[in-house]
């Protein structure tokens, strides 16, 4: 019926034309009578008419009302002191100034948008002056009615406008009853400057995953775009609202405008300090050092740049300074220690609940190898005794002083002889090495106000499963040729000293947590691969999806880690054993970081052996 009434209204305007036509020319009466042209005019008229309406009842008919709600949190939820804001984003409401939002068509592509999905009407958020937020953290949710045309087809992604003066933190968009779909949800978690501070329009997509080859035709431009928005252009320092996620070389950890004594060498991008890379933030190089990035002034605090959706809250650390009442950043006693549990609400350790000298025991020392803060480095002895991997050259024989007399009357009837050495054998020796880690950097380190030891510590396992300690070696660099071995004392002198030896390694192990097994290889070796997948993976790709919970905040952690622990005179500097050459000892450490060898021994081995096989079958997955 509606196609024919079309070609109806076609048909009779055709008709009109000719009789104009022919009457401009004065032809008429060799064709028609006078009544047959008014006729035909009347008609044709009165079918264009019925045409016309129709198209426009028909253009009603295609239309369809699509309800959605919008879940948020406004700037004062996360930042209740900025009431300003809140009231000034109600001016620009009263003004047509509200925040908008246009569906995207994921079926049927606009051909005079470059083959982009066709954009909707725009249609704003309800009820934005009447929503009373409360100064607690909390969402708001906000009704929003799209005048959907159908033939736009699926929605597959939606453009939002913040016309606001400030931002807010986008959750979800749900959309409900689309004909023949049913509800569609978005999910967000982003947040949403004024419209004037970016150059292209904010675009989120439904919560559902697409390979790139997948992506529907009408949202491949959008997932690419966006993409390059991410990257950015790599010049210019990065604001506040920027989306950015770029490389940069740990240049910014030195200080020597404030100080020559705080200068520090540029890590990464070199062979001899190599680095995982940062983000990128753009700040003009120092006035003393163009290598040097220069520091935010102190009254910005933790304001360094990470992309917005990286700093959901700011990272605070604990004050420990009131607890430590006559000596500065130090612990006047063990009381002091004690009262941390009580101050932070922690509950007391099992160990020290009846005997607050436990800690100190020798099974308590073993345990804590694998129970405490850094079970990573203990390893099986594989030869005895303990070899060093150092250049002799430059540092002289490293090899550990441990001889079979040290521990042979502790090894719970084991025998040894010069053919066989049975705890070795049975697997039963176990050793924490932090000898070559430290050792090239053991005589600077010992120049400044900390001093230490390199130290090896080698351990039998029990038949009842548990460790002991046999021996701790504390080692000095040559040519003092300092190497003693310390064994298991409980009374006397002796024993004094053995406690001190458990001492030095135990504050090795745990600055090598510290600095190494936790800065290190957890946080900065991170950070290149939170960029890479925000810079190669769309939030449509499921290997985003998958890696997204696991990355969350951890740039902006290391940002602020950057500004005030592993800074120079930063904490890190002033409470752990090497002292200024913290970091620079953790590039040296870097060297031998290898990414196949973090993997789970199963896949370590079963990658090792399949790699020939499949070296002609690796995927290159992006975007």
Not at 64 to 90: A, C, E, Y
Not at 185 to 201: E, G, L
Not at 413 to 437: Q, S, V
Request: hydrophobic share 35%; with cysteine; proline share 6%.
């Amino acid at each position: 019926m509606a196609l024919s009434l079309k070609f109806l209204g076609f048909f009779s305007f055709a008709v009109v034309i000719v009789v104009l036509v022919i009457e401009e020319e004065e032809m008429l009466h060799s064709f028609f009578s006078f009544n047959i042209a008014l006729s035909l005019k009347f008609l044709g008229f009165f079918s264009f008419a019925v045409f016309i309406l129709h198209s426009v009842f028909d253009g009603k008919n295609n239309r369809i009302l699509i309800r959605g709600t919008v879940v948020l949190m406004k700037k004062n939820v996360l930042d209740f002191t900025d009431l300003r804001s809140s009231i000034i984003d109600r001016v620009y409401e009263l003004v047509g100034k509200g925040v908008s939002l246009q569906l995207v068509s994921a079926v049927h592509a606009d051909p005079t948008n470059g083959l982009q999905g066709q954009v909707g009407k725009p249609a704003y958020l309800k009820g934005w002056i009447t929503t009373i937020t409360p100064l607690t953290a909390g969402e708001s949710a906000f009704k929003v009615t799209f005048d959907h045309d159908a033939e736009i087809g699926r929605p597959g992604a939606f453009i939002i406008r913040n016309n606001h003066r400030s931002e807010f933190y986008l959750r979800t968009l749900t959309l409900e009853d689309v004909p023949a779909h049913g509800r569609i949800h978005f999910v967000c978690n982003s947040w949403v400057y004024p419209a004037d501070k970016y150059d292209a329009d904010r675009v989120f997509f439904t919560n559902q995953t697409y390979l790139p080859i997948e992506t529907p035709g009408p949202l491949r431009r959008y997932r690419e775009r966006e993409l390059e928005n991410l990257r950015g252009d790599g010049i210019g320092e990065r604001k506040e609202w920027d989306r950015v996620y770029d490389y940069a070389y740990y240049n910014d950890l030195g200080n020597p405008d404030e100080d020559p004594e705080y200068a520090r060498p540029v890590l990464g991008g070199s062979v001899e300090y190599p680095y995982p890379r940062r983000g990128r933030t753009g700040r003009p190089p120092s006035e003393t050092d163009p290598n040097t990035e220069s520091r935010l002034p102190r009254r910005t605090s933790l304001n360094i740049y990470v992309p917005r959706d990286e700093r959901f809250g700011q990272f605070h650390l604990p004050e420990f300074e009131a607890l430590c009442d006559s000596t500065h950043n130090e612990f006047d006693s063990f009381q002091d220690v004690f009262d941390l549990y009580k101050e932070f609400q922690i509950p007391t350790p099992q160990v020290i609940q009846e005997n607050r000298s436990a800690w100190r025991t020798d099974k308590e020392f073993a345990r804590e190898m694998l129970a405490g803060l850094n079970p990573v480095v203990i390893r099986r002895l594989e030869e005895f005794p303990p070899k060093s991997k150092l250049d002799p050259e430059v540092y002289g024989n490293q090899n550990s002083s441990i001889t079979k007399e040290h521990i042979g009357n502790h090894l719970d009837g084991l025998t040894i002889n010069k053919e066989t050495f049975l705890a070795l054998e049975k697997k039963r020796l176990f050793i924490l090495d932090h000898h070559d880690t430290l050792m090239p950097y053991l005589r600077r380190i010992n120049l400044t106000s900390t001093k230490t030891y390199a130290s090896r510590t080698v351990l039998f396992l029990k038949d009842d499963g548990t460790l002991k300690p046999l021996a701790i070696e504390l080692s000095l660099p040559h040519p003092d040729g300092v190497s003693k071995v310390y064994t298991p004392a409980e009374d006397g002198v002796e024993g004094s000293i053995w406690q001190l030896a458990k001492a030095y390694a135990a504050v090795n192990d745990s600055g090598h947590h510290q600095l190494l097994s936790h800065w290190l290889n957890t946080h900065a070796v991170i950070e290149p691969f939170v960029i890479a997948t925000n810079r190669q993976l769309s939030v449509l790709h499921p290997i985003n999806k998958l890696l997204y919970p696991h990355f969350r905040n951890t740039m902006n952690i290391n940002a602020s880690a950057r500004k005030i622990l592993i800074n120079a005179g930063g904490v890190v500097e002033r409470t752990f054993y090497p002292s200024e050459y913290a970091m620079e000892m953790s590039s040296v450490v870097y060297k031998n970081w290898v990414f196949t060898e973090q993997a789970l021994v199963g896949d370590r081995y079963t990658y090792r052996n399949n790699l020939d096989e499949k070296r002609d079958n690796i995927y290159v997955v992006r975007q």
